[in-house]
């Protein structure tokens, strides 16, 4: 007959297993529920958010980024990951550059698509962490646009994520990163973010860090601020 001991200590392992198991479970599910949550925030909202975003322009938001934009000569394919209202993508085709737009908030796609019905932006349904709509292309990019949208990454799918951007990349391309800093609205699914993580990922996926620098609001929030960091595959 089995010990008493040593029925009790297999008791307490199966415990800890399905501790562990539901552990798990709770945070895969937590995770995907806080990316829904974020993307049902900016379709609830698609109007009022594509008209505050349109306020202000390219240059107020990315002027930094002006010196470092491929030239348009060589035909650069543009990728704007999270492109809400538009406003970067019909920034970028204006001018000449062919632009992928991807957003999963349907509503918001479909109001920037009527916002900027250009022939120069393919719109696309997918998003971060796997970008398989994208990756099913099989093109790379000169340029990759995250403006605002990591916060909506949680952090244990930053890695895939970065992962997949970095493969997307051109030779030699460039991933410019606006990065929220001050409080996360955990309402809209945000979490915390530091310039200090991407430089880790950056270093994990084999691109440098090219330039970082520092903003205010240009929406005038005193509690926000931005990171811009600009990362060469
Ligand atoms: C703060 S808005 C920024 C929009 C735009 N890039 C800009 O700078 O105005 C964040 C955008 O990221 C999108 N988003 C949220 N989660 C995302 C994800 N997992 N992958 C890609 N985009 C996401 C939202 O739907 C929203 O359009």
Redesign the pocket.
């Known amino acids: 007959m089995e010990p008493r001991h040593s029925k009790i200590s297999r008791a307490a392992s199966s415990i800890e297993f399905f501790g562990y198991v539901s552990d798990f479970l709770r945070k895969v599910c937590c995770m995907s529920s806080d990316?829904e949550l974020?993307?049902r925030w900016?379709d609830e909202r698609a109007s009022d958010?594509a008209e505050q975003?349109c306020r202000v322009g390219f240059a107020d938001?990315h002027g930094w980024l002006m010196e470092w934009l491929p030239p348009v000569e060589s035909s650069p394919l543009v990728l704007?990951?999270?492109?809400?209202?538009g406003?970067?993508a019909a920034w970028f085709a204006e001018r000449g550059y062919r632009v992928v737009a991807?957003?999963?908030?349907s509503a918001?796609r479909d109001e920037a698509r009527r916002l900027h019905p250009s022939p120069c932006i393919t719109w696309l349904d997918?998003?971060?962490?796997e970008l398989g709509a994208v990756g099913e292309m099989g093109t790379a990019f000169d340029l990759i646009?995250?403006?605002?949208?990591w916060m909506?990454?949680p952090k244990a799918q930053r890695s895939t994520a970065f992962r997949r951007l970095r493969l997307l990349l051109s030779p030699g391309g460039l991933m410019a990163v606006?990065l929220?800093l001050g409080p996360p609205d955990v309402e809209r699914?945000m979490h915390a973010v530091s310039v200090q993580e991407i430089r880790f990922l950056a270093g994990l996926f084999g691109a440098d860090v090219e330039h970082v620098g520092y903003s205010p609001d240009a929406l005038g929030r005193s509690e926000v601020s931005w990171a811009e960091v600009l990362i060469r595959g």
């Open positions: 990316v974020g993307i900016y958010i975003y938001v704007d990951v999270g492109s809400g209202s406003r970067d991807v957003e999963p908030a918001l997918d998003k971060l962490p646009l995250l403006s605002a949208v909506h990454v606006t929220r699914g």
